[in-house]
């Protein structure tokens, strides 16, 4: 008699789903970013890690002048408080107007997330 392909099917998803949990399990974790110090500087790689997009779109928000930043040599630097100061104001535009054009290119409840992440310290 042969196996149901359906049972197969179902053995390997379970297998994949198993190697994805280990894989997740022993992925980095991301730093948190401290509260104490507002002048702290974060650099590009960090800027993209917190809002969770690619670095050369944070990068893109800095060249277009919507990300405050200094250039430092090659690399951008952020100071924290302008960059919590930017999410603030990303934010309040788009509780404002849920206008999908004003956006920034950031999902609301992304900037939401961020928002609240820094502001319960």
């Known amino acids: 008699m042969q196996n149901n392909p ?3 099917i179902v053995l390997r998803l ?3 789903q198993s190697t994805i949990d280990l894989i997740s399990v022993n992925l980095p974790k991301e ?6 110090n507002p002048h702290t500087l974060l650099n590009l ?3 993209a890690s917190i809002l969770k997009v690619p670095v050369n779109t944070a990068r893109y928000y800095i ?3 919507k990300l405050p930043a200094v250039k430092s ?3 951008f630097k952020i100071r924290q408080s302008d960059f919590l100061e930017w999410v603030d104001q ?3 535009k788009k509780e404002e107007t849920d206008n999908v054009t004003n956006d920034m290119g950031i ?3 992304r900037m939401r997330e961020i928002h609240h992440r820094f502001k319960k310290a």
């Open 6 to 8: 359906f049972e197969e």
């Open 73 to 75: 040599g090659k690399a």
């Open 31 to 36: 730093k948190p970013i401290r509260q104490e």
């Open 45 to 47: 790689k960090d800027v």
């Open 107 to 109: 999902a609301p409840a």
């Open 90 to 92: 990303v934010f309040l």
């Open 63 to 65: 060249e277009k002048k």
């Open 14 to 16: 379970e297998k994949l």
